[in-house]
């Protein structure tokens, strides 16, 4: 399953990419509607850990 997700990830950027959703999304604002308190929190750990690894 690992291969199929690394495999799709070109893909996806692509996508992102060539759609130019980078333009159309301000990820600046916050989200509407807002996360509840538990997707917060699993957010907030995600992205410390993104942050680890970089």
Do not use: F, H
């Not at 997700?5 to 692509?14: T, Y």
């Not at 995600?46 to 942050?51: L, N, V």
């Amino acid at each position: 399953m690992r291969w199929l997700i690394w495999q799709l990830q070109p893909l996806l950027l692509r996508i992102y990419k060539k759609g130019r959703y980078y333009l159309a999304i301000d990820y600046e604002q916050p989200l509407a509607p807002p996360l509840v308190a538990d997707d917060a929190a699993w957010l907030t750990d995600q992205i410390s850990t993104a942050d680890d690894r970089t």
